[in-house]
């Protein structure tokens, strides 16, 4: 088989790594992609990275399966324009796509298929969000409608802060993204993430894993894309999958399917246990960046054929995913600024030093005219490993982190300090 990834981040990376593996598979391409996927597969020289351009190379090349990574193609409709030419694609169509894309249609959805969610109300005026703000409990969470590169949700704590944000989104912080906002209840407790294979039909679940969204340590500072993940986590038990089964999963699709929505692809659901109760926080239509990387490499099976009968629909003949033992884990060396601006072209050194065993992703980097690895993103490395205990596979990490070097690096020390705390004695 030819596979083709569709991206140039960290998860793309981690998803061509394992592809690679595959036994089924011949060739990798992926594109855009970056310094680190390009030692792993083949970066075509395209005229640019529209939807129809990819589809152009697919066709010329005879690509057999197509993955998307990130969203902003499943939301232009990549996979309603591959599989209008007959190119076999896995990811979520434009309109299931729409779950991620606008988090007033997710939530309108939840509404109808009674899942349990934040209560919340949208809006599109400063004038209707203040009276909102006027009548609400603090601390209150403001949500961007649309894709905003993981920034777009803001926790406030007082209604002086909310208000200047509800301000600063409409009055376009995060451009169209911003022109709605849902203003939602906080809800307290553990968030975990579930990432899930499906059909439209059946549904075959990966590890539960959790993300770091905030910048700084003990879970402070501003949002981000994601500052690490590690799978598996303790909380994410059997009984509380079969619960988000009955009461998220099964209802989210069959509400789909009575608008007319097939989702294939994979389904990424983010969760706020509440007193042993899973509540939705948002849905993702992609796998997510940074749970991508551990999941990868904890996971024994071969990913592929799953990737096909997804796309196919025949998800129901394959069997379980087979996992190793032990944890997973990731930690994200960013630049100086991130989330905010950051210089880009830092040179990156030691990448060849880290322990046998550890895989950098790249998530920003590019080759300069000198054939160096330099930066060129906010999130520029995910230095990812697996081990027997979540203590040890931390350890081995952040050892390897130490030897990687470039100006204004940053990562949070404390990825998977729940976990730690639940498993040392």
Known sequence: MKVLVAGKGAREHALAWKI?????????????????????????????????SLAAFALKEGVDLTVVGPEDYLSKG????????????????????????????AKEVMDSAGIPTAGYSTVTTVEAGTAVLQRSKFPIVLKADGLAAGKGVVICDSFETASTELKEMLGGKFKDAGAKVVIEEFLKGEELSLLLLTDGLNVIPLLFSQDHKALLAGDTGPNTGGMGAYAPVI????????????????????E??????????????????????????EYNARFGDPETEPLMMMLESDIVPYFKACAEGSLKDLPELKWKNGYGATVVMASDGYPGTYPKGEVITGL?????????????????????????????????????????????????????????????????HREIKRTVK
């Open 20 to 52: 690679s593996k595959s036994p089924l598979v011949e060739k990798v391409c992926c594109f855009p992609g970056n310094a680190g996927i390009s030692e792993i597969a083949e970066i075509p020289s395209l005229p640019d990275d529209s939807v129809e």
């Open 78 to 105: 990549i996979v309603d324009h591959f599989e209008s030419l007959g190119l076999k694609i896995f990811g979520a169509n434009k309109d299931a796509a729409k779950l991620e894309s606008s988090k007033a249609f």
């Open 235 to 254: 909380s994410g038990t059997p009984g509380l999958y079969s619960e988000t089964d009955s009461s998220v999963t099964r209802p989210l699709l069959a």
């Open 256 to 281: 789909l399917r009575k608008r007319g929505i097939n989702y294939r692809g994979i389904l990424y659901i983010g969760l706020m246990i509440v007193d042993g109760k899973p509540y939705v926080l």
């Open 352 to 416: 060849d030093s880290v322990d046998s065993g550890i895989a950098v992703f790249h998530a920003g980097t590019k080759f300069d005219k000198d054939g160096r690895i330099v930066t060129d993103g906010g999130r520029v490395l995910m230095v990812t490993a697996t081990g027997p205990t979540i203590k040890k596979t931390m350890d081995t990490i952040y050892s390897s982190i130490d030897r990687i070097k470039f100006k204004g690096a940053y990562y949070r020390p404390d990825i998977a």
